[in-house]
């Protein structure tokens, strides 16, 4: 089935654009498309609901980011063709969601869950409105729960049950960078003066106090809540982004809270220190109760730069009607004092005609903010009108006490108005003193402060106004020779002007648009990426960049490569909602990616029709290669010592390797193993008769050479021997031909392993350059993502590239009946017991066969015949069938791909396509038609090793 997990509409009538704040409420502006706040819990659920529920399809799509009207995401939802939506809403986005979503039920017969705020606030309003499931607080285990099947009268968080317990932070996978990119939210400048490239990351959930305009104080969860993850992941969260996005600058930890336990704070910091990630900027949103002189000086030392805290009120009385934290203005502002004497600036929010907010109050506040602003105190300020949102206390007072003064929605939002007003203290009032505050707080600003650059991205780009002025004047007079053609002299004046102004980035404009009515393609494209590089801050985006992507984009359609062409429309409508032609670029590409036009699909499906017809030939030319599974004695392997290494001490690690003819790359893979910053190890090499260099090769480095007969090989007899001979207190397994992409791979592929709950883990797969066929590139692309995850039921496992502890080996070792696919098996008889497998993408090796379209089939159909076998034995039809449904649009996906990486001209790609998809399916097909195994498997069956007996005693 197919599921889209979805953010709300972004553009609401009458030009008003969104910004949701995930498990808080949406800010909304007129005219302005607003920045938008990466939404972290939908994308939890997404990548959650891909590691659980493999065999759908699952896709998020953000249309707050988007600026989709109701009515482009009925147009959306009309290409996609769900079977299931998944809205998270709140009381601003709720009205215009539920056009979409009736869309979705009425018109394409989906079923629509909704969650967030609202739903959680109000579930018997989404009960009314048609929708049965309306999820209360925290949503991922329930919506995995509905989509799972069970009775809905049996889900805990599921209307009319109420909250569920809370979820285990770390069960969670890293959050969604696959269908959104994450690097699309971190504008500089767009988190409300982020000084830096800073993508969302969140250590924490929850909050632990019950502050009574809080959504996420006393609406999200039933008790008060605060965890905080484990440290290790979130660092692997950090390097994984680093990995992926070089152009990333810090870090925004936009949680509720990120300073509350002193030790959790200071363990997390020393993590960022110890693994090098603090030459990283870091902000955080923060509680300045819990804040000390040792914390300031920790998260200085770890690159913290800004931290956003919580003022509020210091007036007493209105402090405790709220419910915060008694503030003492004295003890405030030394911990200000402190944070500026360390260079650490403080981004203090007010807030203002809060429940007990008197004018007095309010006054006392407005004269601490003066004071500390005009200190230098405060490097920014925000000042807030307090909104009850529903559910709230804030808002439950107010209807107690008649101090609403509308329900419509659409006005809780906190901008430019309040929607409560009390007996002494008046609508009226509360807007002026919002007036007054803004007023006296600008006016207390330093200078320096006031006019400097909002972000370091902006100090490329500002210009003064005489300069600009100047500039503009000079751009005008190309004008006219743009339309003469005389291009030569454009590019010059363009130039000539940069030379003088290098902030006048609507000069690379003008020669990116010379040199594409030249035909230039490459030079355009680097004069539009100058743009895209320079002005990534939000405002310079916003007036830059937007027309940059959508030249961008076009580019990248002459050259064919539709799948950058529709990220770069996608970035263009994001920062200009009214640009027209980047919109009819956007649906076009829509439509061929989903399939809505039919041309590609049913030139395929004619094809296919052919090879059908003609497959017994096909099978002809396969049929040499396909070879039966091997039999093997229950006997243990007969060995000879071919080389030993003394070592000191017994090692960490033992590093076992199984060659056969590897000279081509073996010294490269035992070279930068010898260069790891794990120190405490041994290499275990188990030869099986190779014939070319492969010996003396590894006679040129301090390792154990072991050598079996040819005949004797097997995968699993092969690695058991190799954890049987392992001194190590933990096993790698390497192929031969897996090269190491850095000195820090042993060390990144153990460390899961501290874990005692983790059994085994396996580390990145990356083509081999020169020697990868395009479907193998393909394979490995989609296999092994950027995210560390933590497998709980998937089984899935690569003796390519993995560690485990020789204890669990020798008590659950490799399962020796079957011929191939061990490490699968093994995985799953892990799991079975109850422990995880982690995927630990840091620890990544360059690994790939480039096989023919013979040995695909002889490798795809091995694996089958062990996936049916031992792993899946009940689903061959359902996955025969499954193949047959998506064979066509997993070979225009394929398509793609080589189009999207240049891997061979567009005719080669539309040929080798279907070939090479159409044999993994006549490979599956003939697996599921044989279904004669000598084994029956199931996960968990594999007993104890038995005890082998060498020809030689090891040294």
């Not at 003609?614 to 070879?627: A, C, Q, T, V």
Request: proline share 5%.
């Amino acid at each position: 089935m197919k599921i889209l997990v979805c953010n709300p509409p972004g553009r609401l009538p009458e030009n008003r654009y969104i910004c949701p704040f995930p498990s808080r409420w949406t800010s909304m502006f007129s005219g302005y498309p607003v920045f938008i706040y990466y939404p972290y819990e939908l994308a939890y659920l997404s990548t959650l609901l891909k590691r659980e529920l493999p065999n759908d399809h699952v896709k998020m799509v953000d249309g707050a980011w988007m600026r989709f009207t109701a009515e482009d995401y009925k147009q959306y939802l009309d290409l996609e063709k769900p079977d299931w939506v998944i809205f998270e809403v709140d009381t601003v986005s709720y009205a215009e969601t539920l056009k979409v979503a009736r869309h979705a039920r009425n018109n394409l017969g989906a079923e629509v869950i909704m969650t967030g705020q609202y739903p959680t606030a109000w579930p018997e309003k989404v009960v009314a409105d048609g929708f049965q499931y309306a999820c209360v607080g925290e949503f991922e285990e329930t919506v995995l729960d509905i989509l799972k099947g069970k009775d809905p009268k049996s889900i805990e968080g599921l209307y009319p049950k109420s909250y569920r317990k809370v979820l285990d932070l770390d069960w969670l996978p890293d959050p969604e960078d696959e269908d959104i990119r994450r690097i699309d939210y971190s504008y500089s400048g767009g988190h409300r003066w982020t000084r830096y490239k800073e993508i969302e990351v969140h250590p924490s959930r929850g909050c632990p106090y019950t502050c009574d305009f809080c959504v996420a104080g006393t609406v999200y969860y039933e008790n008060i809540n605060w965890r905080f993850r484990k440290t290790s992941r979130i660092i692997n969260e950090i390097e994984t982004l680093r990995r992926k996005y070089p152009e990333m600058e810090g870090c925004f930890f936009n949680e509720e809270t990120h300073i509350i336990r002193k030790k959790d704070i200071l363990e997390f910091c020393d993590a960022i220190v110890d693994s090098g990630n603090n030459d990283l900027r870091y902000e955080a949103m923060a509680n300045h109760q819990r804040l000390d002189e040792e914390i300031l000086e920790a998260i200085k030392k770890a690159g913290y730069y800004k931290l956003r805290v919580g003022i509020e009120s210091v007036d007493e009385d209105t402090g405790q009607s709220i419910g915060l934290i008694k503030t003492r203005s004295d003890e405030l502002e030394k911990i200000l004092g402190i944070a500026k004497k360390l260079g650490i600036e403080m981004y203090g929010t007010f807030l203002f005609g809060a429940s007990g907010s008197t004018p007095e109050g309010d006054r006392k506040t407005i004269e601490f903010g003066k004071r500390v602003i005009s200190k230098g105190l405060l490097s920014s300020w925000q000042a807030s009108i307090a909104v009850p949102h529903p559910a709230t206390d804030f808002y439950k007072k107010a209807v107690k006490n008649g101090w609403l003064v509308t329900d419509d929605l659409d006005r809780f939002n906190g901008i430019s108005d309040t929607v409560v007003s009390y007996p002494n203290y008046s609508r009226e009032q509360i807007l002026e003193t919002a007036d007054t505050m803004r007023e006296a707080f600008e006016e207390a600003q330093p200078f320096e402060t006031t006019t400097r650059p909002k972000s370091v991205a902006q100090e490329k780009t500002r210009m003064l106004k005489k300069d600009r002025e100047l500039s503009d004047s000079k751009l005008d007079q190309l004008t006219p020779l743009f339309q003469m053609k005389k291009y030569d002299e454009v590019v010059q004046g363009a130039e000539s002007i940069l030379a003088e102004f290098p902030q006048a980035l609507t000069c690379y404009h003008v020669m990116g648009s010379v040199h594409k009515q030249r035909g230039d393609l490459l030079n355009a494209r680097e004069q539009y990426e100058k743009i895209v590089q320079t002005a990534y801050d939000y405002e310079d985006a916003l007036v830059y960049a937007a027309g940059a992507h959508y030249h961008l984009g076009t580019i990248s359609l002459e050259e064919g490569k539709t799948k950058e062409a529709l990220q770069h429309f996608k970035n263009c409508v994001h920062l200009n909602p009214n640009h027209s032609s980047a919109w009819d670029h956007y649906w076009n590409l829509r439509q061929v990616e989903t399939g809505a036009l039919g041309l590609e699909e049913r030139a395929y499906s004619s094809m296919f029709s052919l090879f059908n017809f003609s497959s017994p030939l096909f099978r002809s030319w396969l049929k040499p290669k396909i070879e039966a599974n091997k039999t093997h004695s229950g006997n243990p392997l007969d060995y000879e010592i071919v080389q030993t290494t003394e070592r000191e001490s017994t090692p960490k690690v033992s590093i076992v390797i199984r060659t056969l003819n590897e000279e081509r790359f073996l010294e490269q893979t035992l070279t930068v193993i010898s260069k790891q910053e794990e120190t405490s190890w041994e290499v275990i090499l188990i030869d099986s008769g190779s014939k070319d260099k492969t010996i003396e090769i590894a006679k040129r480095f301090p390792i154990t050479i072991i050598s079996i007969s040819p005949e004797s090989f097997h995968y699993a007899k092969t690695l058991n021997l190799g954890s049987q001979l392992a001194r190590g207190e933990i096993v790698v397994n390497l192929s031969a031909h897996a090269v190491p992409e850095n000195g820090r791979w042993l060390k990144s592929l153990i460390e899961p392993l501290n874990d005692p709950k983790i059994a085994g883990v396996h580390g990145s797969e990356k083509p081999m350059g020169g020697w990868s066929s395009p479907f193998e590139r393909k394979i490995l692309t989609d296999t092994f993502g950027e995210h560390y995850l933590e497998r709980t039921e998937d089984n899935f496992f690569s003796n390519a590239n993995s560690a485990m502890r020789k204890s669990d080996l020798i008590d659950y070792p490799f399962e020796e009946a079957i011929d191939w696919a061990e490490d699968r098996v093994w995985a799953g008889s892990m799991q079975s017991r109850g422990y995880k497998i982690a995927y630990q993408p840091r620890a990544a090796v360059f690994h790939s066969h480039n096989l023919s379209f013979q040995a695909q089939f002889n490798r795809s159909l091995k694996f089958h015949r062990v996936f049916f076998g031992t792993l899946n034995k009940d689903c061959v039809s359902r996955k025969l069938d499954e193949s047959n449904k998506s064979l066509i649009k997993k070979t225009v996906a394929f398509r793609r791909f080589l189009m999207d990486n240049d891997l061979g001209s567009n005719l080669f790609a539309y040929l080798y396509a279907p070939v090479f998809e159409y044999i993994n399916h006549l490979a599956l097909e003939t697996a599921s038609k044989e279904l004669k195994f000598e084994a029956k498997l199931l996960p968990g069956a594999a007993g104890k090793l038995k005890e082998l007996k060498p020809s030689t005693d090891y040294q």
